[in-house]
C-alpha cells in the first residue's frame, strides 16, 4: 500500500498532461483506421450477401416465372 501511495505522490500536473499528450497523440489515428477497416468488411459482407442472393435466385427461382395453373 505505501508503494502505491508513492508512486501517486510522484505525479504532478506536468506529468499528468505530457501522458495525457502522448496518449492522445498516439491513439489520434486509431478512430480512422478503425472506420476504414470497417468500411472494408461492410463492403465485402454485401458483396458475399449479393452472391449468395444470385445463388439463391438460380437454386430456389426456377419455378418462379412458371405459369400456375389451378
Same mark, same amino acid.
Given at each position: 500500500m505505501q508503494e502505491i501511495i508513492q508512486f501517486l505522490n510522484e505525479?504532478? *500536473?506536468?506529468? *499528468? /498532461?505530457?501522458?495525457?499528450l *502522448?496518449?492522445?497523440y498516439f491513439t489520434n489515428d486509431i478512430k480512422k483506421e478503425l472506420k476504414t477497416s470497417i468500411d472494408s /468488411?461492410?463492403?465485402d459482407v454485401r458483396q458475399m450477401n449479393t452472391r449468395a442472393s444470385? /445463388?439463391?435466385?438460380?437454386v430456389y427461382g426456377k419455378g418462379v416465372y412458371e405459369k400456375i395453373d389451378e
Amino acid at each position: 500500500m505505501q508503494e502505491i501511495i508513492q508512486f501517486l505522490n510522484e505525479f504532478n *500536473i506536468q506529468n *499528468i /498532461l505530457s501522458m495525457g499528450l *502522448i496518449m492522445w497523440y498516439f491513439t489520434n489515428d486509431i478512430k480512422k483506421e478503425l472506420k476504414t477497416s470497417i468500411d472494408s /468488411l461492410d463492403k465485402d459482407v454485401r458483396q458475399m450477401n449479393t452472391r449468395a442472393s444470385r /445463388l439463391e435466385g438460380t437454386v430456389y427461382g426456377k419455378g418462379v416465372y412458371e405459369k400456375i395453373d389451378e
